[in-house]
């Protein structure tokens, strides 16, 4: 008896010790599947990507594995944190578990010089953006905005009977985009960069197969030709500003060639080239682009088939209409008053996100919810699964604007512009310039699809596949 407890004594614990440690172990392996050899899940992550189910790559591994689960994709290995505790966890750890990491497609079109990494630069570029995007700069803008939109209208619009709205809203918030940014109005030049613009941006999320008449390649070569436009502008903007034409806060071309060249003065490290600084605006106008232009237009599309919401929007801006004198513009004081619009605009986000959401690094081993994430590990997040999931928004098929009344959603849910200090810095810039469209179009106009069934296609960012084609109905007009 005493030898058994003895035993027993000796044996229980070492038996327990190997079961606690395998439990452990067993735990800390993150569940998931890396799929084929070389491709991963990238097809059937691109494939979901072109359909608009996004969400549904999640949910699907989500209800197999859990909220963390891992995954290979673009022939990395990545994890997926879900839900807004995964939202929370990547965006307030930035820059100490986890930093930003580009797809290898990103760092090609938005190329460095010396082997920079776009990845390592980005940051660099941020602490330039903040005179130029906060609230209190953005409301310097309002009446450029307000300004060069009557006009875009006045040229594009007026007078016609039907109109495609894709390229005219394409057209018109790159042109802002150049012009405030650049501080370049010439016709020739907008041109040169427009043309070659919309290939640079699709190849961003292409397959970075890079042979002649793939769209990688395409966009790798129209970058090449933005890049040049972009260096003869700061040539150019050099010599303003040597001969005293042109002041470093004129916009954020002046600032950030003063900026850069005290930096290469004071720094042992290689320089940033007018050729770097050329990827860099061009990183930034695709950016911009994409938000901005996807959401006008799908906020076109959507009122068309919620008259109810299209008629409180109209009383919200015709109110505030009614308060300018003829030919006043808007100013920011205008646009804190639109907070149904607003509403719209952001419900028209949570359903249509304009991006695929964004991608991070491990920059160290950490642990997340008893798993471990090892270093070097690509993480990303898709707006789509929290926006889009019924258990955060309920009914998320159907387009409520009052979702957004009051305290709004819950912390971490909605995220079209990233949270934590990768909060997009142009987010005050975006939702000014949506504003200030649908201010100066619903007051002008109501409007109906001329292919009511349009579809809607994904390539490689949300659009209709016929450019939305409308009739225009001016206000006083009968249909």
């Known amino acids: 008896m005493d030898t058994l407890l003895l035993v027993s004594s000796i044996v229980l614990p070492i038996i327990t010790i190997f079961f606690l440690h395998h439990f452990l172990s067993q735990k800390s392996t993150i569940p998931g599947n890396y799929g084929w050899p070389l491709i991963g899940e990238s097809i059937d992550y691109f494939k979901k ?3 608009g189910t996004n969400e549904k790559f999640v949910m699907q591994r989500r209800k197999l594995f859990g909220d963390v689960f891992k995954t290979s994709i673009l022939g990395e290995k990545m994890a997926f944190l879900c839900g807004p505790e995964g939202n929370k966890f990547l965006f307030s750890n930035e820059n100490k578990l986890v930093e930003v990491w580009w797809p290898s497609s990103v760092e090609s079109i938005i190329k460095k010089s010396n082997n920079k990494s776009v990845t390592a630069e980005s940051a660099k570029v941020r602490q330039l953006l903040p005179p130029f995007l906060r609230a ?51 016709a020739t030049e907008l041109e040169k960069l427009a043309t070659p613009f919309v290939e640079a941006a699709g190849g961003i999320i292409a397959v970075p197969i890079n042979i002649p008449g793939t769209r990688f390649n395409r966009g790798v070569k129209a970058s090449n030709r933005i890049r040049e436009v972009i260096m003869g502008i700061i040539a150019q903007r050099r010599k303003d500003l040597a001969d005293g034409t042109a002041t470093p806060m004129q916009d954020l071309l002046s600032h950030m060639i003063v900026e850069v060249d005290k930096r290469n003065q004071d720094s042992g490290n290689a320089p940033t080239t007018d050729g770097d600084m050329s990827s860099d605006l061009l990183g930034l106008l695709i950016g911009g682009y994409d938000t901005i232009n996807t959401t006008v237009v799908f906020i076109m599309m959507t009122l068309v088939d919620h008259p109810d919401v299209y008629q409180g929007v109209l009383k919200e801006q015709m109110d505030i209409a009614r308060e300018k004198s003829p030919g006043q513009l808007l100013d920011w004081d205008d646009l804190r008053k639109m907070k149904y619009s607003w509403n719209v605009a952001c419900e028209v986000l949570r359903m249509r996100p304009p991006t695929v959401g964004a991608f991070r690094v491990a920059k160290t081993d950490f642990t997340y919810a008893g798993f471990k994430i090892p270093k070097g590990w690509k993480l990303h997040y898709l707006p789509h699964y929290t926006q889009k999931n019924h258990e955060f928004f309920p009914n998320p098929e159907k387009f409520d604007p009052s979702r957004f009344e009051g305290v709004g959603p819950a912390p971490y849910t909605f995220v079209p512009f990233g949270g934590g200090a990768r909060m997009c810095p142009g987010n005050e810039y975006a939702r000014a310039e949506i504003l200030v469209f649908m201010y100066n179009i619903i007051t002008r106009y109501n409007w109906v699809r001329l292919i009511p069934d349009e579809k809607v296609v994904i390539d490689p960012l949300p659009r209709p596949v016929h450019g939305l084609p409308i009739k225009l109905i001016p206000h006083g007009t009968i249909y």
């Open 49 to 51: 990507l072109r359909s």
């Open 136 to 186: 209190h700069a953005v409301k310097n803008y309002i009446s450029d905005m307000d300004s060069e939109l009557r006009q875009h209208l006045e040229d594009y619009w007026t007078g016609r009977d039907e109109v495609e709205v894709c390229p005219f809203v394409a057209k018109y918030t790159f042109a802002l985009a150049v012009k405030l940014l650049l501080g370049v109005h010439d």
